[in-house]
Nanobody
């Protein structure tokens, strides 16, 4: 059974760092693109970062560029989102999902909207507050 599980969220002070993990079971994660999304209360889910499966190209939402880094840990069958210099605006529930399960994902690739991503995890909450 294919499954994704996020972990690593928590409470951190402004300027702090967190490392989120998206761990896969039942399949090999590096066969798929992986994206991190976040959803703050009252807001729509937005993509934060994406890493492709073939060439490992990465993309970032403008507000996190230079602060967040996405990477693969193939030994742990996981994808890591390292978040540095966190601010209150980063407070949200963070989710990971895979892309490339369906042919329609390839039309937009990493730019695909949330409906084109599959196998969502349950999310891990991140709160940035002093």
């Amino acid at each position: 059974q294919m499954h994704l599980e996020e972990s690593g969220g928590g409470l951190v002070q402004p300027g702090g760092s967190l490392s989120l993990s998206c761990a896969a079971s039942g399949f090999t994660l590096n066969m798929y693109a992986v994206a991190w999304f976040r959803q703050a209360p009252g807001k729509e889910r937005e993509q934060v970062s994406c890493i492709k499966n073939v060439d490992h190209t990465t993309t970032y939402e403008d507000s996190v560029k230079g602060r967040f880094t996405i990477s693969r840990d193939n030994a742990k069958n996981s994808v890591i989102l390292q978040m540095n210099n966190l601010g209150p605006e980063d407070t949200a529930v963070y989710f990971c999902a895979i892309g490339g399960v369906r042919a329609s994902w390839y039309i937009a690739g990493c730019s695909a909207g949330p409906s084109e991503w599959d196998l969502w995890g349950q999310g891990t909450p991140v709160t940035v507050s002093s």
